[in-house]
């Protein structure tokens, strides 16, 4: 099993920004593809964005142009940048991540959620 621990969750108010963080640990042979999901109160998870091995990104149309990914490969973590932060991006992060183990079965992991709460 793959370990992920997030990191950077903070009360922030409108327009400010916070920098959430992501280490995965464990029997990683390969990490194919990072994510950070979201989850408000009453609402299904929704993702938020995603980082391929290649650096191939995707994001949801409400934070395109605020928020960025990135990914350091070498250590196995995954960082989002929020700028501009708005009271409807308040939920809880979560960080996932995909790939294959040592022994090349297939993981898809999740991290245990950091709050992210924007208000003034």
């Known amino acids: 099993q793959v370990r992920l621990v997030e990191s950077g969750g903070a009360l922030v108010q409108p327009g400010g920004s916070l920098r959430l963080s992501c280490a995965a640990s464990g029997r990683i042979f390969r990490i194919v593809r990072m994510g950070w999901y979201r989850q408000a109160p009453e609402k299904q998870r929704e993702l938020v964005a995603s980082?391929?091995?290649?650096?191939?990104?995707n994001f949801t149309d409400s934070v395109k142009g605020r928020f960025t990914i990135s990914r350091d490969n070498s250590s196995n973590t995954v960082y989002l940048q929020m700028n501009g932060l708005k009271p409807e991006d308040t939920a809880v992060y979560y960080c996932?991540?995909?790939?294959?183990?040592?022994?090349?079965?297939?993981?898809?992991?999740w991290g245990q959620g950091t709050q992210v709460t924007v208000s003034s």
């Open positions: 996932n991540a995909r790939g294959y183990d040592i022994m090349f079965a297939l993981f898809d992991d």
């Open positions: 980082i391929t091995s290649r650096g191939s990104t």
